[in-house]
């Protein structure tokens, strides 16, 4: 009988990899790491290693939802600043 197979969650991630997971590029990450806003590193066979869960509680205390009608206001310089309102 076939069996489907395990799908594990990837649990660590390099430092470029965990910058990819939040958005940031790889320079802000390390900065975050730096400043306390994300977690420090794990060594594994020498390697440098974010955990996930780590990550994820991190990622989730820094941000929040901001509902549409309190977001800033477009400070221009946007594709219709650009090209200007007959193109849409």
């Known amino acids: 009988m076939n069996h489907p197979p395990i799908i594990l969650p990837k649990l660590g991630y390099r430092a470029s990899e965990a910058a990819e997971l939040i958005g940031v590029s790889v320079s802000k990450f390390r900065s975050m790491v730096k400043d306390g806003e994300m977690p420090g590193h794990r060594m594994v066979g020498g390697c440098a290693i974010w955990r996930a ?9 820094l941000t ?19 090209l200007g309102d007959d193109a849409a």
């Open 53 to 61: 869960d780590e990550l994820l509680e991190a990622f989730n205390r």
């Open 64 to 82: 929040q939802y901001v509902p549409p009608d309190e977001q800033p206001e477009d400070e221009g310089e946007g594709w219709d600043d650009i």
